[in-house]
């Protein structure tokens, strides 16, 4: 699930922004898990609908699409060959309305979706719904806390990962931070935009999916690039120039008048998010920055032509159990 809530060039990352009394408002400020993972399960459940009918039509009901840049899956082979991945348990994290695992399960893998909001996975079962395919949804998982999966083919405390056919989405509603799967449930985890850049802690969520993975398994994620935080969150010209340090990780926070928080992201150094892999006990194989394509002329919040040509907004680690 892409984000586009950083600051933008007008914001002070210091002081809340003015504008329209009954939106948030934007400022840096901390915020603990707690907080991060109430504000981000309440936003997204209220922004789905408008978040899958801006960007469902790039994101397609089966398309396994990394980042805005639009590099595909099927094209980049980062999870591994397309062949090999029948037959396989896999773990998709933050899903949203499960396009990804849509794709897995087309090529013959038994795909988990796990996504913290409720109105996303409720769009996972509309298109699957549509679509005429097989579907199985476990428990949600209420408060951000993990409990039982359910059943459906989900992995619960103690049982198995993935057990539908080609074609069967599985679908669990649960905080990344504490996977409601036994140890060694699955055989692949992968996440594009999903839960990383919305957690306080994001080596407990790495953690996590190392305990769920089976040994030598493969976990790939995309995330926001780093870098982007320097940067002003517009798509233009004046989004080129440097407006903060890219070595402040104190969060971006939306909040109402209250002073609480609606929408929390966090911010790491790549050289943070190189120690969050190694700190979770996997080997880093890859980082890749996909360049921008000429065929894509989208601008998707501070995502566009302009910037994906000269800087990059999209990193994707490619990372192995030991």
């Known amino acids: 699930m892409v984000q586009e809530h950083m600051p933008r060039a ?3 990352p210091a002081e809340p922004m003015a504008g329209d009394p009954e939106e948030p408002a934007a400022t840096r400020r901390t915020a603990d898990a707690a907080e991060s993972s109430r504000a981000n399960r309440g936003w997204w459940d ?33 999870l591994g060959p397309a062949d090999a991945l029948r037959g ?16 897995l399960a087309a090529r013959g893998a038994r795909p988990v979706a796990l996504d913290i909001s409720h109105r996303q996975l409720w769009h996972a079962l509309r298109r699957d719904s549509e679509a005429g395919a097989a579907v199985s949804g476990g428990a949600a998982v209420s408060g951000g806390a993990a409990g039982s999966a359910g ?35 699955f055989d692949l985890a992968c996440s594009a935009y999903g839960a990383i850049p919305f957690v306080a802690d994001p080596v407990r969520v790495m953690r996590e999916v190392h305990r769920v993975l089976r040994p030598g398994a493969r976990w ?24 903060a340090s890219y ?8 909040q ?13 150094t790549l050289g943070d998010r190189v120690r969050d892999v190694v700190a979770g006990g996997f080997r880093l194989l890859d980082l890749v920055e996909p360049e921008w394509p000429a065929w894509n002329d989208q601008e998707w919040g501070g995502w566009s032509p302009l910037r994906g040509n000269l800087i990059p907004g999209t990193a994707i680690f490619v990372c192995e159990r030991d």
């Open 220 to 243: 790939v994620f995309s995330v926001t690039h780093p870098i982007r935080w320097a940067f002003p969150d517009e798509p233009g010209p004046e989004g080129l120039s440097v407006a």
């Open 88 to 103: 396989l348990a896999v773990l998709e994290v933050g899903a949203g309305a499960a396009q990804c695992s849509r794709w």
């Open 256 to 268: 109402d008048e209250t002073g609480r928080a609606v929408y929390v992201e966090h911010h790491r």
């Open 151 to 185: 059943t459906g083919g989900a992995a619960g405390a103690g049982g198995a990962a993935g057990t539908g056919g080609s074609g069967t989405v599985a679908l669990v509603q649960a905080d990344a931070t504490a996977l409601p799967f036994r140890d060694g449930s």
């Open 10 to 12: 007008t914001d002070d």
């Open 46 to 78: 209220r922004n789905a609908d408008e978040y899958q009918e801006e960007h469902g039509g790039f994101l397609g009901d089966d398309r396994f699409v990394w980042g805005p840049e639009g590099l595909d899956e099927a094209e980049a082979g980062l």
């Open 247 to 254: 070595f402040d990780r104190t969060p971006y926070v939306e």
